[in-house]
């Protein structure tokens, strides 16, 4: 049995980064950048005012304060999305919105809590201001943001609402980006039976398809599903060879010591088995294999199978542990773990057969500590187990366990990391 690193160092040298596609920027969100960013424009394109008052040459205040305020006509409006019709001269100030271009000689913007705007009828052709003005004060200046021609996202980022908003300031609407892995899922098990289906005595729902599809889609692949492989090898090999234009296989169930678990029959005469069985708990019978597939313009390639264990909550974990990373990989991201925490945990657990335990908690963090507490049975077969958990806690395989108070480490679940 190999252990949890050398079985993720397997899995990823079977998975390459994929090509390259391009998307209208909102639906590139999660993806990888494939190109660097350049600007074509300044942003802003001009001087503009950074609040709602009156631009003005700044020696025109010099001596204001509230008793003795200085006056200037005003002479104009601008607002934002317009063009100041005439500049500021000596005397004079122009009233001016946020957003709106700097005038022609004016050299600051003083706001209006700072003029006696609130005192006046706004008809009354000038207007008093209370303090001196610093050269500059709430001017924005052209290509403070963005300078025309500079490198604004670096390829290789990940697309977040803020690369989105940056994108469309520069008017992008399409980028190239790593493609979303297509993902096939393929269940097994003469005892499924899917969704939406009465339920006939002796039978199960099919839930493993959906938990694995909506992990998949989580981490932005694309799931492909093949549905529901009778416990028999023509069946399996009829069901995946429905899936060999993908990027990778994903099975559950069949992966054991049953008379039904054909998987790796199957992998052993359709490609290769890579490993099968990982010291951890739950999910030890987890296989990982390439099969022999065709790519879309029919030309040979290998490609990546994992088999999960058919038992619900050994689907999901060990789906998060190897099969995300593989995903994350694909989509050319660069970090593929997710974030450990150190948390007291609360009652202890013991390691009676050296796996790796990966045990459902629930974290919370108290006066700034971390605190762990299991999610109560810890069956490989209590799905509810993972709806409570928002982490795992690991539980080394060389060790008999951990005691109540321990500081142990827990993979964080709901934590996604983009980056
Ligand atoms: P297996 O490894 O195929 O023997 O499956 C182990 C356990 O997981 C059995 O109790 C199966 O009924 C259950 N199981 C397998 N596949 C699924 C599935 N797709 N949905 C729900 N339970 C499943
Ligand atoms: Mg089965």
């Not at 002479?75 to 005038?103: F, L, N, Q, W, Y």
């Not at 429905?242 to 992998?267: E, R």
């Not at 999960?308 to 995300?324: A, D, K, R, S």
């Not at 974290?363 to 069956?379: N, S």
Request: charged letters at 25%.
């Amino acid at each position: 049995m190999i252990s949890v690193e050398q079985a993720l160092d397997k899995i990823l040298s079977c998975i390459d980064v994929l090509g390259e596609e391009q998307r209208p920027i909102l639906d590139a969100m999660g993806q990888v950048l494939a190109e660097d960013i350049y600007s074509t424009i300044d942003i802003p394109p001009l001087d503009n005012s950074a609040m709602d008052g009156y631009a003005v040459r700044s020696e025109d205040t010099r001596g204001a304060s509230r008793q003795s305020p200085r006056f200037l006509r005003v002479i104009d409006t601008v607002i934002a999305g317009s063009i100041p019709k005439c500049g500021v001269e000596p005397g004079t100030a122009i009233r001016i919105m946020t957003g709106a271009p700097i005038p022609e000689g004016a050299d600051s913007v003083v706001r209006f809590e700072d003029t006696d705007e609130a005192q006046r009828k706004r008809d009354s052709g000038e207007i008093g201001f209370l303090y001196e003005v610093k050269l500059g004060s709430a001017i924005r200046s052209a290509g403070e943001d963005i300078a025309r021609g500079s490198i604004v996202l670096h390829k290789g980022v990940v697309i977040r609402p803020p690369e989105v908003g940056v994108l469309a300031s520069l008017g992008r609407s399409r980028v190239m980006v790593i493609r979303r892995p297509i993902v096939a899922i393929l269940a097994t098990g003469g005892e499924l039976v899917d969704i939406n289906q009465p339920l006939p005595v002796g039978k199960i729902y099919n839930s493993n398809t959906y938990s694995i599809a909506a992990l998949v889609q989580r981490y932005r692949g694309i799931p492909k599903i093949l549905g529901v492989a009778l416990d028999n090898e023509d069946s399996l090999v009829a069901k995946l060879h429905q899936g060999l234009d993908a990027d990778m296989l994903i099975t559950s169930g069949g992966v054991s010591l049953g008379d039904h678990d054909v998987v790796k029959d199957v992998l052993a005469k359709e490609g290769e088995i890579v490993f099968w069985k990982v010291r951890l708990k739950p999910g030890k019978p987890l296989v990982l294999g390439t099969i022999k597939g065709l790519s879309k313009t029919g030309i040979a390639r290998s490609i990546p199978l994992v088999g999960l264990p058919g038992n619900p909550v050994g689907t999901m974990i060990t789906f998060e542990l190897f099969v995300c990373p593989a995903i994350l990989k694909m989509l050319g991201k660069k970090n593929l773990a997710k974030p450990t925490i150190e948390a007291v945990i609360s009652e202890p657990i013991k390691n009676e057969d050296g796996r790796r335990i990966f045990a459902r908690a629930i974290v919370e963090k108290r006066d700034g500590q971390y605190f762990a507490r299991l999610t109560g049975p810890q069956g490989s077969g209590i799905l509810t187990s993972m709806t409570l958990a928002n982490g795992l806690v690991v539980v080394p395989e060389d060790k008999p366990g951990v005691e109540k108070g321990d500081i142990v480490q827990v993979i964080m679940l709901d934590w996604i990391e983009e980056s």
